[in-house]
């Protein structure tokens, strides 16, 4: 059974339609990549899976129980926790006490909660920005903190929405090791993410979207030679030189 | 029958002299989203002005209301450039305190000068005049008054509208930013505005002594009344202020004669309460 | 953690620590003096201060209709003394838990309201609980409560001849509000709320129930303010609606926090320390010249804090102590600590 199953999720706002009937799913311990131009909808799709607000129409299950329309919280609570593509850090609050803050969802009492906050800013690589105000952060840091703030909440399904967005090549190679290492300790990740270099190697299936619409499913290899999708990132007019091209006798 | 029209006029007139006080409100809050908490002692300071210079010089508030509409907009300016200003970025609720110790600070002030005892100014040109229409005893200084309160209303609508002024007024109040880049002095339109919003009231506060008492406290209902027309009518909605205002003295009359005087308010302020809770941003908010 | 963290919260600790160890010496030394009058005063007004923070510092959330939870507890107290002959600590209690069911019911429809709309509203509550006040029988209407003579003692909270007893108490009042604030503080509620107001969507993201976690801020709060309350008509013998259900004594529940610095564990304090002794002093000193000068001066006051420094008199010391640990730095040749 799947982690997580999004069923014919739909969303419209107004007759504007974001998301038109998407279906996927997530096996547990898996990394799949969610990806797709600028505006089809991914960040949405998210929003829907994650509770912020509800979908209209569709179903969504988490580990075999319904998650369609529950408050963003409960959805959480279950395990299953997202990050912002534009970072939020709780602003008066220091990086510490951020991460604490979800600590808190498994360990009431103070201890374990502190326990898990320092491995999860060691981790993160956040120690030096520990006691500083989240607001006054670098924004490379301010996505760290996103990150282990995230952890702190020992997530089974970790959906991150475009974290390697504004990072340096060093920086995506340090986050990629990050993710690898947040896999090898059983979370299962959905990533949303733009640049190729850094999802590619990661993902085991990539599912692609385009306007709204699953355009294609499988894995990485497979989806850079699918045509729609070349299609749908480059154009029609690349797509054919492409393709013209190879059937000329040499490789693109 | 007859009752019930009299409770209505009566409530209506009120009503209108609500809506001059809240039009000024309403112009700041939708401008700056600032609550002027002195909002109601800037209509007492102007009502203790007319009413010394009608008591002192016999200048009838008709003619002093002017210099009232002057005063606050100078009191107005002042509050901003001193005050307001600087409380700008900062949480909507460090505006409201300082106004909250500015109102304090002025309504003591006319304590400490004036005592609190309430003073009532006689022998003006509208004096107690009164008129029948019908069974209906209609006051004068009342209706005038109301007649006054369209008047502002309707210039300070028709300017926002439709002068240049104005528009920029409402570029400022949308977008601040925006506004600046395309070369408006915001800095100078929340002055104008802050003081325009202030001599609107120093015109009610001006007329005001025709038929009401001056005494310090007078200022402290007025602010809470403006403050709920301002927020049932929707954010920086003038039509709405007017509407609301209307609202409420009708049921504020309607409460206080159907029900018992001291009730006045608590029909008034669950009206707010009810209205709020089925539409969170008022009547035509935005 | 950041030691020099560690060594700002210590010292708080430390000097609190000191304030209360000293305290009981202070009825030894100052018996029956308007001074000591003034001592529990602060102490009452800090504890209000302090029950305001939870909800109105910690949480964001501006309520200005503390008065109606402080009246309630008052009249809780006041009506088990003068209408039941009953000891006040039952009304006490009873005032608690009526004030935290009002404040749920009051604040579950009223927190969908935006900024000024929620502030708007709950002024509204505050007049309307007046008026209602004002004419209900059972609590005394308009006239209020008067105390009789009753056997003294903490059995019914009660001094006649010594201020001693009040002192005390209100000092467990302000050790017990204040404990509260600080165990939350460092518990999962106390992150949970702070998170709320910094955020809500973002905390809701993390697990956080925000609307859960505010109810139950209103409700601590409420109950608490009214256990102020309760203390307050004890020392006061009296109450009626215009003394307790009004805007002005709200308004003092916000003011004192917000000068003193909201959302701090010592703003309250600090807020109750300047604001009380500069209304009772002033009021003595200068309460004949026709009154209100010692109000001009606190409106005054009030101005220039909130212009100048809005995080308050926390804020102000802040500062200072950066100043001088930036001088200090600078010394050292090390590193700036930011800009202020």
Redesign the interface.
């Known amino acids: 059974m799947a982690l997580l199953e999004v069923r014919d999720v739909t969303k419209k706002f107004g007759e504007l339609v974001a998301c038109d009937r998407v279906s996927f799913t997530v096996e547990a311990g898996a990394i799949v990549g969610l990806i797709g131009p600028n505006g089809a909808g991914k960040t949405t799709l998210f929003n829907c899976v994650?509770g912020?607000f509800p979908a209209s129409s569709g179903r969504i299950f988490f580990d075999g129980s319904e998650i369609t329309g529950l408050?963003?919280?409960r959805i959480?609570?279950m395990g299953a926790?997202?990050t912002?593509q534009v970072v939020?850090p709780?602003?008066?609050?220091t990086v510490?006490?951020n991460v604490?803050?979800?600590a808190?969802?498994h360990g009431?009492g103070?201890t374990q909660?502190r326990e898990t906050a320092g491995l999860c800013i060691e981790m993160c690589g956040l120690a030096a920005f520990?006691?500083r105000p989240a607001g006054?952060l670098p924004i490379g840091v301010k996505k760290r903190l996103e990150l282990a703030?995230?952890l702190a909440?020992k997530p089974r399904l970790l959906m991150l929405d475009e974290v390697m967005a504004g990072l340096t090549s060093t920086e995506v190679k340090t986050a990629l090791e990050l993710i690898r290492t947040i896999r090898k300790s059983g979370v299962t990740l959905l990533i949303v993410e733009h640049i190729m270099e850094a999802i590619m190697p990661i993902a085991d299936r990539v599912v692609v979207l385009d306007g709204g619409v699953k355009l294609a499913e499988g894995p990485p290899g497979e989806i850079i030679h699918d045509e729609r999708v070349i299609t749908a990132y480059l154009g029609e007019k690349f797509s054919r030189r492409m393709q013209a091209r190879k059937e000329g006798g040499t490789d693109g | 029958m007859d009752t019930l029209l009299q409770v209505l006029l009566d409530g209506m007139l009120n009503g209108m002299l609500y809506a001059l006080v809240a039009v000024g409100l309403c112009l700041i809050w939708g401008v700056m989203d600032v609550i002027n908490f002195a909002h109601g002692e800037y209509v007492m300071i102007a009502m203790y002005l007319t009413y010394w210079l009608g008591f002192l010089a016999n200048v009838d508030p008709l003619v002093s209301m002017f210099a009232g509409g002057l005063f606050i907009f100078i009191l107005g300016a002042l509050t901003y450039r001193l005050i307001i200003k600087y409380t700008i970025g900062k949480p909507p609720l460090s505006a409201l305190l300082a106004t909250f110790g500015l109102a304090m600070l002025l309504k003591n002030l006319c304590l400490n000068q004036f005592t609190p005892n309430y003073r009532i100014l006689s022998g003006t040109w509208l004096g107690d005049r009164t008129f029948q229409l019908g069974a209906i005893i209609v006051p004068v200084p009342q209706l005038v008054t109301a007649a006054l309160a369209i008047v502002v209303i309707g210039l300070v609508f028709f300017m926002l509208r439709s002068t240049r002024f104005g528009w920029a007024v409402q570029a400022t109040a949308m977008d601040k930013e925006a506004a600046e880049l395309m070369g408006i002095n915001t800095e100078r339109i929340y002055l104008l505005v802050f003081g325009i919003g202030g001599a609107t009231v120093g015109i009610a506060g001006g007329i005001m002594p025709t038929y009401l008492a001056v005494h310090p406290e007078v200022g402290t209902m007025f602010s809470l009344i403006a403050f709920i027309c301002v927020a049932m009518g929707g954010f920086g909605s003038i039509p709405g202020a007017l509407v609301a205002a209307l609202l409420v003295g009708v049921v504020e009359a309607l409460g206080g004669y159907y029900i018992a005087p001291v009730f006045k308010y608590v029909a008034v302020f669950g009206l707010y309460l009810a209205l709020v809770l089925l539409r969170p941003k008022g009547i035509f908010g935005w | 953690m950041n030691p020099h963290a560690l060594k700002r919260n210590d010292l708080l600790r430390l000097a609190l620590v000191g304030l209360a160890a000293l305290a009981p010496l202070v009825p030894a030394i100052a018996a029956n003096s308007f001074f000591m009058h003034v001592l529990i005063l602060i102490l009452l007004y800090a504890s209000m201060a302090q029950a305001w923070n939870i909800i109105g510092g910690y949480g964001g959330q501006t309520s200005f209709g503390h008065a109606v939870f402080f009246g309630i507890g008052a009249y809780g107290a006041g009506m088990a003394v003068v209408t039941y002959g009953m000891s006040p600590w039952p009304g006490a209690l009873i005032g608690m838990l009526s004030a935290a069911v009002v404040a749920v019911l009051i604040s579950y429809p009223c927190f969908k309201l935006s900024g000024h709309y929620f502030a708007i509203a709950t002024f509204a509550i505050v007049e309307i609980f007046n008026r209602v006040f004002l004419v209900w029988y059972w609590v005394g209407g308009a006239l209020g409560l008067d105390y009789p003579l009753v056997e003294e003692g903490l059995a019914n909270l009660m001094w006649y001849d010594s201020k001693a007893g009040y002192f005390y108490c209100a000092l467990t009042l302000f050790v017990l509000v204040f404990g509260i604030v600080r165990f939350l503080e460092g518990h999962r509620f106390g992150y949970y709320l702070r998170a709320v107001r910094a955020g809500q969507e973002t905390a809701e993201s993390l697990g956080v129930n925000s609307t859960a976690v505010k109810l139950a801020a209103m409700a601590l709060s409420a109950a608490l303010a009214a256990l102020c309350g309760a203390f307050f008509v004890q020392y006061n013998l009296r109450v009626d609606p215009g003394m307790v259900m009004s805007l002005d004594m709200s308004m003092k529940f916000v003011l004192v926090t917000i000068l003193g610095g909201a959302g701090t564990l010592a703003g309250p304090l600090l807020g109750a320390a300047v604001l009380v002794p500069l209304q009772e002093y002033t009021r003595a000193l200068w309460g004949g010249l026709g009154g209100g000068v010692d109000l001009i001066i606190f409106g005054f006051l009030i101005v220039v804090i909130v212009v100048k420094q809005p995080a308050g008199i926390t804020g102000i010391v802040r500062d200072i102590a950066k100043r001088l640990g930036r001088k200090s730095a600078a010394e050292k040749g090390g590193a700036s600590l930011g800009a202020a």
């Open positions: 994650s912020l408050p963003s919280y959480a609570r926790v997202r912002f939020r709780l602003k008066d609050m510490y006490d604490m803050v979800g808190f969802m009431a103070g909660a520990a006691d006054d703030r995230a909440t």
